[in-house]
């Protein structure tokens, strides 16, 4: 008999199921009562099979047994049901390796370490007198005694050591597992001192409602806004959202999850009653947070600011899915193409809220509850919010403007997957710059094909996808494994591009425009995210990226270079490589370019329009030589696209 098999057997679904708070009736030899996975407040719905012992509910279609129910109530995933349900059995799960054994108990060190730092500023933030500039602050942002109570908010004072010498002293922990818990840092002349310090403290809970970090609020105006815990063997910020195990009925009740920037933002919105808004940690919403929010809903909301829906909203402010709480910004922003695939991994919806100009989500709430609810009724679909935000910047009567859109949107619709919502949005893309659906259908179903806009070349198509990227792959591994040949590579990606001003809108001269393949774009992307945020280990942090990533992130990192790069100075060898890889694929978004603009030119019939792209693609074509061949002679005249800009 199988482990599950043994808990099914032990177990009585009935017993369960009241058990966490669902009324349950005898109907016949089954049961009956209201459903707890959709409103259901009229005629009963749910119902409970003793014979099978299963349960259906005949209007949402929620089904299973004992492991789909907890795991849908409490949002765990199947190993934290199966765990759950065990020790509610008594059956004896697999004895663990001496190796697991130790990191079982690493771990349950690290959890105590945060149960009793949590009680020692949540003390000091209600009753000590060194928490008064905790409180003062408190009652400024309107968090009363019962909300302080509710998320056990603390305040960490402005001194180096006072958490140390409590866990240690009072506690009885040692300083290095203070350390491994995130809370304390080693000095580098011996010695430690806190992390947190002067902030307000919020506990991060995790799906199961254990405490596995902090998040700090800076008091004052001297310190990065947000701190939180770093990696420890219990805090992966990329698996968490604030809030989540609190609303997690709410999520379920609404079928909605409302993304929102900070931690009193959510507190807020809890307060007042909506009780399905959460934040992430600082980092881009992942697919492992994906996976958390699909066992509740499918449909998540993303509360943005008129600054993210407005001016950084274009193809520069774009480039990465970023809650900036541990940098300068605190905007967050969405890539149409990392949201378009992560709300397919949702399998669900994701839209888009735009705030009020000024105004984030706990001023509008304080304010004005009702405008918050009408505000999130409005959230558009995330593609539409994209037509209208990735073009704002744009001119789109002019063809410079449209090819520029084009290039823009019609790869992102390219990544739906149902022909019918493909054919919807070819059709807005086509209103809103003013071409054909032939040419928008077009240049999304290349862009399907994974191909330039309307051509391939040759040599791409025949050969394989190892073959093809096998230049791009060797740059991104040496850019992960050398950060300090960085700067010569995007100078060379940049080199003559200042020389030629009609191409500064359509070529950016960056590394992730250089980036063909969609694996290599996203390891880009997440490897920016740990750049000056935390000490990163390669191997490390490949490990911990989405299963779809780790085989080939491992394969960057564990890089064979062949010939060996030189034991002294490896560096300047990597540069030089990395820096020739680049001009190779300066000249692929070269050739790509002018076969999008080619390829709008054959589009437009106005003659103004017509000679733009002309002139674009004459600059095209010089910039082309100026980077294959050395510089055009001073006697020859120059090209002209440069006569025209000098009038």
């Known amino acids: 008999m199988s482990v599950t098999d043994d808990i099914k057997q032990r177990l009585d679904l009935v017993d369960l199921i009241t058990g966490s708070g669902v009324a349950l009736r005898k109907a016949g030899r089954n ?77 349950a060190t690290i959890r105590q370490i945060n ?61 290095e597992e203070i350390e491994a818990a995130g809370l304390i840092i080693h000095r ?42 770093p990696e420890t063997a219990l805090f992966h910020k990329g698996s968490l959202l604030f809030g989540f195990y609190e609303g997690r009925e709410a ?105 009020p100009p000024g105004q984030d989500p706990d001023d509008v709430i304080q304010h ?49 997957k149902h022909d019918t919502e493909r054919a919807h949005y070819v059709q807005k893309l086509a209103g809103l710059v003013g071409l054909s659906e032939a040419v928008i259908g077009a240049a999304v179903e290349s862009a399907r094909r994974g191909r330039a806009k309307l051509m391939v070349i040759p040599s791409e198509q025949e050969s394989s996808p190892e073959a093809k990227y096998a230049r791009e792959d060797e740059l991104v591994s040496l850019l992960l494994r050398f950060p300090t040949i960085r700067p010569g590579v995007e100078a060379a990606l940049k080199g003559e591009l200042a020389r030629f001003p009609p191409l500064q809108e359509i070529i950016r001269g960056d590394i992730r425009e250089a980036l063909q393949r969609t694996e290599n774009r996203w390891i880009w992307d997440l490897w920016n995210e740990q750049v000056g945020i935390d000490q990163v280990v390669l191997e490390e942090w490949a490990t911990s990226l989405a299963p779809a990533l780790r085989k080939h992130a491992l394969t960057l990192v564990q890089w064979h270079d062949t010939p060996p790069l030189p034991v002294y100075g490896p560096h300047f060898r990597a540069a030089e490589i990395a820096e020739a890889i680049a001009l190779e694929l300066r000249k692929t978004v070269v050739q790509q370019r002018q076969q999008q603009i080619k390829a709008m030119y054959e589009s437009v019939e106005e003659p103004a329009e017509q000679h733009e792209l002309l002139v674009q693609l004459m600059a095209l074509n010089d910039y082309k030589n100026a980077i294959t061949t050395p510089r055009q002679s001073s006697y020859f005249p120059e090209p002209l696209w440069r006569r025209e800009s000098l009038g």
């Open 368 to 416: 004005d509850p009702h405008s918050w609810r009408q505000l999130i009724a409005r959230a558009e679909p995330l593609l539409d919010y994209h037509l209208h935000a990735s073009t704002g910047d744009l001119d789109l009567t002019s063809g410079k403007g449209r090819a520029i859109a084009v290039d823009r949107l019609a790869p992102i619709i390219a990544l739906l």
């Open 31 to 107: 049961w009956s009562g209201f459903c707890p996975f959709h409103p259901n407040t009229r005629t009963p719905a749910f119902y409970v099979f003793t014979d099978t012992q299963s349960y259906y509910c005949f209007g949402c279609h929620a089904a299973g047994d004992a492991f789909n129910f907890v795991m849908q109530r409490q949002g765990l995933d199947f190993a934290g049901a199966l765990e759950q349900l065990a020790g509610r059995t008594g059956v004896q799960l697999q004895p663990h390796t001496p190796e697991q054994a130790t990191e079982d108990s690493r771990q």
């Open 115 to 175: 149960e009793d730092a949590a009680v020692y500023w949540s003390h000091i933030l209600r009753k000590a007198q060194r928490g008064e500039a905790g409180r003062l602050y408190a009652a400024s942002r309107s968090l009363d005694e019962a909300t302080i109570e509710q998320w056990q908010i603390g305040y960490a004072a402005d001194e180096w050591s006072n958490l140390l010498v409590y866990l240690t002293d009072r506690k009885g922990h040692t300083p």
């Open 188 to 229: 580098e002349g011996g010695g430690y001192y806190d992390r947190f310090r002067n902030r307000l403290i919020f506990p991060i809970r995790n799906a199961k409602g254990i405490i596995v970090g902090f998040g700090g609020r800076a008091i004052g105006d001297d310190h990065a806004k947000y701190l939180n815990t």
């Open 251 to 355: 999520i379920r009740e609404e079928d909605a999850v409302v993304v929102v920037e900070g931690y009193l933002d959510v507190i807020t919105a809890h307060k007042f009653g909506f009780r399905n808004v959460v934040a992430p940690m600082g980092t881009a919403l992942t697919l492992d947070q994906a996976g958390l929010i699909k066992k509740l809903t499918r449909t998540v909301i993303l509360a943005l600011d008129a600054d993210a829906a407005g001016e950084n909203a274009t193809t520069k402010g774009l480039d990465a899915l970023q809650n900036t709480l541990d940098t300068a910004s605190n905007t967050p922003l969405i890539t149409p193409r990392g949201g378009i695939r992560w709300e397919q991994n949702l399998e669900g919806t994701l839209k888009i809220a735009t705030l």
